[in-house]
């Protein structure tokens, strides 16, 4: 069973309609990648799959449950943002264990967790530290121990690595990845960066216009393009 099902997902701002009726199926611990131009729906889309933007048509399954008109806090989601929203006076423990805290978890629970989260992330010699005093890469790690503390269902991330230097964004990839193989969970992952999306995706749904084009492993879009389009966004040099 898919553990996220989008049937028929449809999103418009008013009169305009930005997302066409979107399906698509991805399977508990798959890393899904969406991949697309810039404007082509895939921060809607997320946003709709987390709970962030309400969804126009068609429904939404996270499990077996419909999910359509669930508040975020509900969904158990979380979501892994480009700017990275760390708080700035707290220091990198207070930060990873903060929205647990709100959740209303006490203080012994918190603190396997993010412990746990550190040792992933290899942050535990900066966990005193403000984030004004870590690196661009540490700052991420500590945006995605803040989603990993949640133990959630599914991790969404909406391109993360776009405010990294070209080496670092190489170095975090393989980072996400090795994340992937040991926390063993459901990732739906957004970049404009084909590169990227090869790399890191089980299955690519490379999206157009609000449409997804073409579902498939990187093979075989790479391969077996459905069209000229998806051709020559897989082919062009990144
Ligand atoms: P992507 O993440 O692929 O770059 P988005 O999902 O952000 O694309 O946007 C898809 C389309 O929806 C774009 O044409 C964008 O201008 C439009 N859009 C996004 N948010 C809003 C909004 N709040 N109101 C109106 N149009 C929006
Ligand atoms: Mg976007």
Redesign the pocket.
């Given at each position: 069973m898919a553990e996220v099902h989008l049937s028929k997902i449809v999103k418009r701002?008013g009169s305009?309609e930005?997302v066409h009726g979107i399906d698509l199926e991805v399977a508990h611990n798959e890393f899904v990648v969406l991949v697309?131009p810039?404007?082509?729906?895939?921060?809607?889309?997320l946003r709709m799959i987390a709970g962030l933007e309400e969804i126009s048509g068609g429904e939404l399954k996270i499990g077996d449950r419909v999910v359509n008109s669930l508040p975020p806090r509900s969904r158990n989601i979380s979501m892994v943002f480009q700017s990275y929203a760390l708080y700035p006076h707290m220091t990198v423990r207070e930060n990873l264990g903060f929205g647990l805290k709100i959740a209303g978890m006490t203080p012994e629970d918190i603190k396997p967790r993010v412990d746990e989260a550190a040792a992933i992330l290899g942050l535990e010699s900066f966990m005193d530290r403000l984030p004004a005093n870590l690196s661009g890469g540490q700052r991420q790690r500590v945006a995605m121990g803040r989603a990993i503390v949640r133990h959630p269902d599914v991790f969404l991330f909406d391109e993360p690595l776009s405010n990294l230097d070209a080496k670092l964004r190489g170095q975090m990839r393989v980072e996400i990845k090795k994340l992937h193989q040991r926390v063993k969970t459901t990732v739906i992952y957004?970049t404009?960066d084909q590169v990227e999306a090869m790399t890191l995706a089980d299955r690519i749904v490379i999206?157009r216009d609000?449409y997804v084009e073409q579902v498939g492993t990187p093979t075989e879009v790479f391969e077996n393009p459905a069209n000229t389009f998806v051709a020559g966004f897989i082919g062009s040099p990144p």
């Open positions: 701002y305009l930005v697309g810039s404007g082509c729906g895939k921060s809607t889309t957004v404009h999206m609000g």
